[in-house]
């Protein structure tokens, strides 16, 4: 596939016919299958990488939801399960703020677990997603330091309810449970 490259002085899209004409003039057979302007061409560019870029977007907020979601949902279920322990150790002097500890130290570590695996596979795949990224390096501190405060923020907020929930245990109901 051949491609020819035209500088003019004005419009551009108007010169078309003119050109047409002189390229059938010396090969009436040559197929002329795409005509456009370079400002056309870059603006579909930019648009294909927008699009990528959306979609990543939308994948990595659908990844921060599922991840709070299972955050949420793990800590809830076991203070659940835990809810006779939780209560002994109301019922043994445990103030609310041992116990409030106890459930978010519980979540951030799990949290932590994730931050790290994810960091270490962004650092590899940054490799391939190089193309994209535009006067940013592939390891910008700011970025990552940007996304883990994000990832601790979420898991922070996903560890409040249960924990609270927690804190919020009667120890007499709680040894007479099950």
């Known amino acids: 596939m051949q491609s020819l490259v035209i500088r003019t002085r004005g419009d551009a899209a108007g010169l078309a016919p003119a ?3 002189a390229i059938w003039s010396v090969d009436r057979n040559q197929p002329i299958v795409r005509v456009a302007t370079m400002n056309s061409l870059l603006l579909k ?3 294909e990488r927008h699009f990528v870029l959306i979609l990543f977007e939308a994948f990595g ?3 921060l ?3 709070a979601t299972g955050i949420y949902g793990v800590l809830s279920g076991g203070v659940s399960e835990r809810i006779r322990e939780i209560g002994l150790r109301s019922a043994l002097g445990a103030t609310r703020a041992d116990i409030l500890a106890l459930i978010v130290r519980q979540g951030m570590s799990m949290a932590g677990i994730g931050v790290a695996i994810g960091l270490s596979g962004a650092v590899i795949a940054s490799r391939s997603l190089i193309t994209l990224l ?5 390891l910008d501190p700011f970025t990552y330091v940007g996304v883990v405060a994000l990832l601790v923020a979420v898991s922070m907020i996903a560890c409040a309810v249960p924990a609270w929930r927690a804190t919020m245990i009667d120890p007499m109901v709680a040894l007479r449970y099950e």
């Not at 535009?134 to 592939?138: A, I």
């Open 65 to 67: 939801v599922l991840a």
């Open 45 to 47: 560019s930019e648009a």
């Open 19 to 21: 050109i047409r004409q």
């Open 61 to 63: 907020l659908a990844a």
């Open 134 to 138: 535009f006067g940013v390096s592939r």
